[in-house]
């Protein structure tokens, strides 16, 4: 009966990751669809920075929420409490901000990409993730990782050969330009939070996520008064704003919280099943870009993509082997 019950939580424990892991997958795939999506005549007639602000205070209410069932059901705890003190709460403005950049980039990126390229280049982010693991946090990585960096970096420039022009490659240099910088804020950003999330892991992840998205919050306010101010106060906070633009909004709310999870509770076994899974966004995001955006699937671009899949995997059994 012990082992029936320790076989029931298991399960239940292995429901739950798979779950948040697959809706990860699902929505990581549609972001850069709905972001382009959002666009009319080719440009954003909201305002960006709105959108963000919305975005981090969805997902500080819904941890809210989340935390007012655990009070209701468990009471409050040392672990669940808001309260708390400077020391603990000084270390969330740093990722903060620095998701604060990279999601603003995230919308002038599609001036340079598309959503198939958006989708391929976005996976530097393994590579900055890694390295900045190994510089960071000092874990090693195997020399099946660092073949994967090299396979990934190959597939990611295939699948940008342009054969219909006289430039070489489809995206522009400002483009891997903006890439690569998003690369590296979102692989310092997240491996920073990881440090802070789990370094007190018995500390509730939705007290975790409320202090790191209300200063979300505070920075994303900053950035309407700077940016947007005027178009703000003159057109309204809510310009532009359609139904594809709420869907993303959710969408990115979602993601982020989704994210949280993984960081906290996943194990290598989980990861591997995520990025094994993740193979088939840039394929999906492909197929849905040629009926709504007229996309055209190039050879270079399917044999990229391959190999980009390929390194992704091999990056996955490399944990598994360190």
Same mark, same amino acid.
């Given at each position: 009966m012990i082992a029936?019950g320790g076989?029931?939580?298991?399960?239940?424990?292995?429901?739950?990751k798979s779950?948040?892991?697959?809706?990860?997958t !699902?929505l990581?795939?549609?972001?850069?669809i709905?972001? #382009?999506?959002s666009? &009319?005549?080719g440009?954003y007639? +909201?305002s960006?920075t709105?959108a963000?602000?919305? #975005?981090?205070a969805?997902? @500080?209410?819904l941890?809210?929420a989340?935390?007012?069932?655990?009070w209701r059901?468990?009471?409050?705890?040392?672990?669940?409490?808001?309260?708390t003190?400077?020391?603990?709460?000084? !270390?969330?403005?740093i990722?903060?901000?620095?998701?604060?950049?990279?999601? %603003?980039?995230?919308y +002038?990126?599609?001036?340079?990409v598309?959503a198939?390229?958006y989708?391929?280049?976005?996976?530097?982010?393994i590579?900055?993730?890694?390295v900045?693991? &190994?510089i960071?946090?000092k874990?090693?990585?195997?020399?099946?990782?660092w073949?994967?960096?090299?396979?990934? @970096?190959a597939g @990611?420039?295939?699948a940008?050969?342009?054969?219909?022009?006289? &430039?070489v490659?489809?995206?522009p240099?400002?483009?891997w330009l903006?890439?690569?910088?998003?690369?590296?804020?979102s692989?310092?950003?997240?491996?920073y939070?990881?440090?802070?999330?789990?370094?007190?892991?018995s500390?509730n992840i939705?007290?975790?996520n409320f202090w790191?998205?209300?200063?979300?919050?505070?920075?994303? $306010?900053? $950035?309407i008064?700077?940016?947007?101010?005027d178009? !703000?106060?003159?057109k309204?906070?809510?310009?532009?704003?359609s139904l594809?633009?709420?869907?993303m909004?959710?969408?990115?709310?979602?993601?982020?919280l989704? #994210?949280?999870m993984v960081m906290?509770?996943?194990d290598?076994i989980v990861?591997? +099943?995520?990025t094994s899974? $993740?193979m088939l %966004?840039?394929?999906?995001?492909a !197929?849905?870009?040629?009926?709504?955006?007229?996309?055209?699937?190039s050879l270079?671009f399917? /044999?990229g993509?391959?190999v #980009?899949?390929?390194?992704?995997?091999?990056?996955s059994?490399?944990? /598994?082997?360190r």
């Amino acid at each position: 009966m012990i082992a029936l019950g320790g076989s029931t939580v298991d399960r239940s424990k292995w429901k739950r990751k798979s779950i948040v892991t697959l809706a990860l997958t !699902v929505l990581t795939s549609s972001q850069a669809i709905l972001i #382009v999506w959002s666009k &009319r005549a080719g440009k954003y007639e +909201y305002s960006v920075t709105t959108a963000n602000f919305l #975005v981090e205070a969805l997902k @500080c209410a819904l941890s809210l929420a989340a935390l007012t069932r655990i009070w209701r059901n468990e009471g409050v705890t040392e672990d669940n409490r808001l309260s708390t003190s400077w020391d603990e709460v000084s !270390v969330y403005p740093i990722p903060a901000a620095l998701y604060l950049i990279k999601n %603003l980039l995230q919308y +002038y990126i599609f001036a340079y990409v598309d959503a198939p390229g958006y989708q391929i280049l976005k996976n530097f982010n393994i590579i900055s993730t890694g390295v900045l693991y &190994r510089i960071i946090l000092k874990k090693k990585l195997s020399e099946i990782q660092w073949a994967a960096f090299i396979l990934l @970096c190959a597939g @990611c420039t295939t699948a940008q050969l342009n054969s219909n022009s006289d &430039r070489v490659l489809q995206t522009p240099f400002e483009g891997w330009l903006m890439a690569i910088f998003m690369a590296l804020l979102s692989g310092f950003a997240g491996v920073y939070t990881e440090a802070i999330i789990k370094k007190r892991p018995s500390r509730n992840i939705n007290v975790q996520n409320f202090w790191l998205y209300v200063f979300g919050m505070v920075f994303n $306010a900053m $950035a309407i008064l700077v940016q947007d101010f005027d178009a !703000v106060m003159n057109k309204g906070f809510f310009h532009g704003y359609s139904l594809i633009t709420v869907l993303m909004i959710l969408n990115h709310a979602l993601s982020g919280l989704a #994210v949280s999870m993984v960081m906290k509770y996943a194990d290598n076994i989980v990861k591997v +099943y995520s990025t094994s899974v $993740a193979m088939l %966004l840039t394929a999906l995001t492909a !197929v849905v870009s040629v009926f709504l955006f007229g996309f055209h699937l190039s050879l270079a671009f399917f /044999l990229g993509s391959t190999v #980009v899949s390929i390194s992704v995997y091999l990056h996955s059994i490399g944990k /598994l082997q360190r």
